[in-house]
């Protein structure tokens, strides 16, 4: 039996998270937070104190993680039975995950964890490479993005509503940065898979992004 898959790629911050989860739960499929998985080894990396310049050592330690994730209303996730939840979304670990996913050694080890998740009775995967790389054969593909401008903006309000300490032009200037090291490294780049379809979200509501989605797939 064929397993539909939908993915959304799109540099961060453009809501793809959100849109993906919304769309999982309408649909009853599964979802898959690639970036989630890098941030992961990001960690791992920190926790076992690895120097960043030891690739072996980075490849050992990806294939020896065991990763576990529970998605209900949030995101639960354990890294070799321990809850990493909190450490998951800080700004320094996505950061660190950007820049040990230009490792083509990484992704190629990260890539079967990926494509583990593709269970019936579907799957919806977001990320920077799911229709490209890890799931060429989607019958449904979607490129979300945003401003720049908008992107950070909308990070910096969820920041400020944790409670967390921020300054927008800090987060629009690592926004640029990771976008440049997304989109310019040379194993699966961020680029539009060129059977996506291409959603600027700049100036839509959330619900809206996720209907025009659901579209795609009705
Ligand atoms: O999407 P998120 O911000 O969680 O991803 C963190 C980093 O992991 C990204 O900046 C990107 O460098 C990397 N990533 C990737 N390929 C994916 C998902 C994330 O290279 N499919």
Request: proline share 3%; charged share 30%; glycine share 6%.
């Amino acid at each position: 039996m064929r397993i539909p898959v939908l993915t959304i790629d799109g540099p961060s911050g453009a809501g793809k998270g959100t849109v993906s989860r919304l769309a999982a739960k309408k649909l009853g499929w599964h979802y898959l937070d690639s970036g989630s998985i890098y941030r992961s080894l990001a960690i791992a990396l920190q926790n076992a104190s690895v120097d960043l310049a030891n690739e072996n050592e980075i490849i050992i330690v990806a294939q020896a993680m065991v990763l576990e994730f529970e998605c209900n209303d949030e995101l639960v996730a354990r890294l070799n039975g321990e809850n990493i939840t909190s450490q998951l979304g800080l700004e320094s670990t996505g950061n660190l995950a950007s820049q040990i996913a230009v490792l083509p050694d990484v992704r190629r080890v990260l890539l079967q964890k990926q494509q583990d998740f593709k269970r019936p009775p579907g799957l919806v995967a977001d990320g920077r490479d799911m229709g490209t790389v890890v799931f060429p054969d989607a019958e449904n593909k979607v490129f979300l993005t945003a401003s720049a401008a908008k992107r950070a903006e909308r990070r910096y309000k969820q920041l400020i509503e944790k409670g967390i300490d921020a300054n927008l032009v800090d987060i629009r200037n690592e926004i640029e940065e990771r976008d440049r090291r997304d989109m310019e490294r040379k194993a699966a780049p961020l680029v539009i898979a060129c059977d996506a379809l291409y959603i600027d979200s700049s100036d839509m509501a959330i619900e809206a992004v996720v209907e025009k989605v659901l579209n795609l797939i009705r």
